[in-house]
């Protein structure tokens, strides 16, 4: 396995305090910063995909306000974040992290086979990058324990679809604990 660590949208402009997402996403940036720490301690690339609009985006026609704009501090990675010089940081306009973005190039380039996705939201953006990785022939992690939703209920009902999902073991549900030791099992070799 060679993998990249994906984080979907925890920017700043979605984890402000009037949103229903930031006191679950609060919850999980331990487990995000502790992954961070030790997938690059074993040499695994970090990417950012973050929510960068336009004002005039089309999904600014529904319901959702404008929000994470462009070249604004709100679509910048949080500070609660450990972000490191050599993390790609990947503006995004659509849910996915792959959709009309240079990610798919960027991790064939770097030979990687594996994606593990985190982030916000379970079942929105995180479970769409995770089908469009599948979908460009990647494996998936799914870090159940570094991705939430603005309900829990939401989180589990999202990953409970999955669970036993008939592309096992092309994307598989792990806590960031297992995923980790499974690399490091790898690098350690039999």
């Keep these: 396995m060679k993998p990249a660590v994906v984080?979907?949208?925890?920017?700043?402009?979605n984890l402000k305090d009037e949103y229903p997402i930031a006191r679950e996403a609060a919850a999980i940036i331990p487990n995000i910063n502790r992954l961070l720490r030790e997938a690059r301690a074993l040499g695994v690339p970090v990417?950012?995909?973050?929510?960068?609009?336009?004002?005039?985006?089309f999904i600014f026609?529904?319901?959702?306000?404008?929000?994470?704009?462009?070249g604004t501090e709100g679509s910048q990675v949080t500070e609660k974040l450990e972000v490191k010089p050599g993390d790609v940081y990947l503006?995004?306009?659509?849910?996915?992290a792959f959709f009309k973005t240079d990610l798919d190039q960027t991790l064939r380039t770097w030979g990687i086979d594996t994606v593990a996705v985190g982030g916000i939201t379970t079942n929105v953006?995180?479970?769409?990058?995770?089908?469009d990785a599948l979908c460009h022939d990647f494996y998936v992690v799914w870090l159940e324990d570094c991705c939430t939703a603005h309900k829990?209920?939401?989180?589990?009902?999202?990953?409970?679809?999955?669970r036993k999902f008939a592309l096992w073991p092309l994307l598989r549900i792990m806590t960031s604990e297992e995923f980790l030791?499974?690399?490091?099992?790898?690098?350690?070799?039999p």
């Design 7 to 13: 984080i979907v949208d925890m920017v700043k402009d």
């Design 47 to 57: 990417f950012f995909a973050c929510d960068s609009f336009l004002p005039e985006d």
């Design 125 to 131: 953006c995180v479970l769409m990058t995770v089908m």
């Design 91 to 96: 503006p995004k306009r659509r849910f996915s």
């Design 152 to 162: 829990r209920e939401v989180h589990e009902a999202t990953l409970d679809l999955y």
């Design 61 to 70: 026609r529904g319901k959702m306000k404008p929000h994470s704009l462009r």
């Design 181 to 189: 030791k499974e690399l490091k099992d790898e690098v350690k070799g």
